[in-house]
């Protein structure tokens, strides 16, 4: 309905959703999801309660756009870094599947580093574990449409030969995808670039000795 | 103290513990780490508050000793089913790494579909997520030590010239359990022993192609 308003009416719109999404992620951050209500992301945003309910039906279909929306910044982040015009949708494919394996996973790991997505995804996180509804949607929204770029990029590879044909994209992804999640959930060791490249090598090229390359 | 008491007054505390690990474990999977308090562990267990006190400091250390107790009745279950006498404590090394890993993965993935597990595991996964010293302690005492077992198992491949001398099997490791422990968490896929399979070849062999064996 918004968008069919006058302009100004679209731009004020706008800032009310951004100042919405802030003060939910903020929040998140600070309560836990447990103590999060649409009564105070209204007041931190500014807004009446009335504005949230008529675009959400619950803080957690808030707090997953607010996510989505966060994704979609690192990844416009991401292109202009990378010195792009088009935002990121998908992994490059360069022809060599372990450098742009590595690029991307290097990138996560920055992100995983960064407190500014820390606080809130690892609430959302942690209420996904216990209530099977949001964490359904977490992974139907979130978590599964990035792990399909890296289906799209390993069936890539495999049409161009450089992995096997009979192996399942979507087990292969996890090699290299949920140790890096596990190890920032678990805070169970360094998320560091060396890191992340080793997973890579480990499930390209596997952990058992190959003959040398004739 | 107890364990030095007369043979009645053993038995007594050991009944005692094990009302108190029980009632835990429920309790947790049932309100949350957030609402379980001792005084609702000692009414569960039929004891007195001060029978906790006097074994452990926070219902934390109670439910991180209950949960090391039930990985140790796992365990025990285990040998018992593959019809020996000791306590697995370690993972078999029956010269073939192969055969090893999936033989424990498979085991790994029965436990996690058992529900008496699922509940409060998840419960204080999630608790760990959130609360960083609980967190640490959960992959001091109960993760950390099972991955060493892993660990040692990929270190003795390495030693008979199955793994390549220059992998870290702390990383190495993490291809097959950390998919796993994610998958379970976040209800993002299925658990099957097809699953693990899978997931061990793979972080063996790697997903790209090897040339034929001569």
Redesign the interface.
Known sequence: MAQKSAPDSTRRSERSRRAIYDAALALVGEV?Y?KLTIEAIAARAGVGKQTIYRWWSSKGAVLLDAFLDLAEQASVAASENAGRDETVTEIPDSGD?EADLKYVMRATVDEFNDPKYDAPY??L??????N?EL??E??EKL??PQLQLFVKR?RQAQDA????PD??P???L??WS??L???W?????PLTHA?TD??VE??????????AAS
Do not use: N
């Not at 996180?125 to 216990?130: D, K, M, S, V």
């Open positions: 836990g447990g599947l690892r609430a996180a942690a209420e996904g574990l216990l099977p964490g359904a977490f992974v978590l599964e390993v030969g450089q992995v096997a192996v399942d979507r087990i292969a996890e090699l949920s140790p999640a596990q190890r959930l678990m805070r169970s060791g890191y080793k997973l480990y499930a390209l090229h596997g952990i058992t000795p190959r003959p």
